[in-house]
């Protein structure tokens, strides 16, 4: 079996989450994960579960078919100028970054070697992440990218997609566990008021989520018909819904996300 060589730089949340999904299926898969983190004893248990953990980033990303940069995105471009003279140059370097263009990752590798933006989203911890991919990186070979896809995919659902929309991808997808929370936090304090445990509550409402989801992803039924399905004729659920419309629950959620697209854009140039 071919191996491919992973080295993680920054295991904290995402990271961790990360090589956590990979860690699990290294040895079907013939993945070897290194990794490098500023505070050691953070990634004692992924080292317990197979991380070779390296005392330095150099150290870390030699020999390494793809680099995954995860610090924050204040320290990324001074973790790349350490690393670049010593990336191997058939190797690809994955970002997940949150706003840092493909243009100053570009100028802080010295073009070393080709460079990958991903935007995850945190359900990445239980292996339901989303993963937006930016192949733009025109030094890009079709090898590579179908292995950096490969990597993902075992992660999550992957998305190719232009750098032009990551700011929309972002606002949408990386912030949609913000919404979705919110909204199943409504949802359990209802069943509070009604009287049922708290942590029953929560139990119904994420099986209720659970159940939802998989229907939408099983079905091409349009969203509207699954709902009016469940509205019978002077029901009970009508007269929820009519509530919903008269807030303007969709136009709300359309209003949210743009807000965050917009606060998105101007933190671009901050
Ligand atoms: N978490 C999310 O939901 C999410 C979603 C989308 C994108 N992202 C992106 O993922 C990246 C990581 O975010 P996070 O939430 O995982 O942050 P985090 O938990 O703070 O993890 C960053 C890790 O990098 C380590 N680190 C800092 N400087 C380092 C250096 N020079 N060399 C090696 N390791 C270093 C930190 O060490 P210490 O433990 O000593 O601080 C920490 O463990 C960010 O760029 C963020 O934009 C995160």
Not at 9 to 33: D, P, R, S, T
Not at 34 to 47: D, E, F, K, N
Not at 61 to 71: E, K, M, P, S
Request: aromatic share 4%; net charge neutral.
């Amino acid at each position: 079996m071919t191996t491919t060589t992973i080295a993680c730089i920054g295991c904290g949340n995402m990271g961790g989450a990360m090589l956590g999904g990979w860690l699990h299926q290294a040895q079907e898969k013939g993945y070897v994960l290194r990794g490098m983190t500023r505070t050691p004893s953070r990634a004692a248990a992924l080292v317990e579960r197979g991380l070779q953990l390296l005392p330095t980033a150099r150290e870390a990303v030699q020999g390494a078919d793809v680099v995954i940069l995860a610090v924050k995105p204040y320290q990324a471009e001074a973790v790349l100028r350490d690393v670049a003279p010593v990336l191997p140059q058939n190797s690809v370097v994955v970002s997940v970054a949150a706003g840092l263009s493909l243009e100053r990752l570009r100028q802080a590798l010295a073009d070393r070697c080709p460079v990958v933006r991903c935007m995850p989203n945190t359900p990445a911890v239980v292996g339901q992440g989303i993963f937006a991919l930016c192949f733009d990186h025109p030094a890009l070979q079709e090898s590579q990218k179908e292995a950096v896809r490969r990597l993902f995919a075992s992660l999550g659902m992957v998305l190719d997609l232009p750098e032009s929309k990551f700011t929309a991808f972002s606002a949408l997808v990386g912030a949609g566990p913000a919404y979705v929370f919110q909204m199943m936090q409504g949802l359990v304090q209802a069943g509070v008021t009604q009287g049922f445990p708290r942590a029953q509550a929560r139990d119904l409402v994420t099986a209720l989520f659970a159940g939802c989801a998989c229907m939408a992803a099983r079905q091409d039924t349009p969203l509207m018909e699954l709902r009016d399905q469940v509205c019978s004729p002077a029901g009970l659920t009508i007269a929820g819904v009519n509530v919903l419309d008269r807030a303007g629950l969709s136009g709300l959620l359309v209003d949210a996300v743009l807000a965050a697209e917009e606060r998105g854009r101007q933190m671009e140039t901050e």
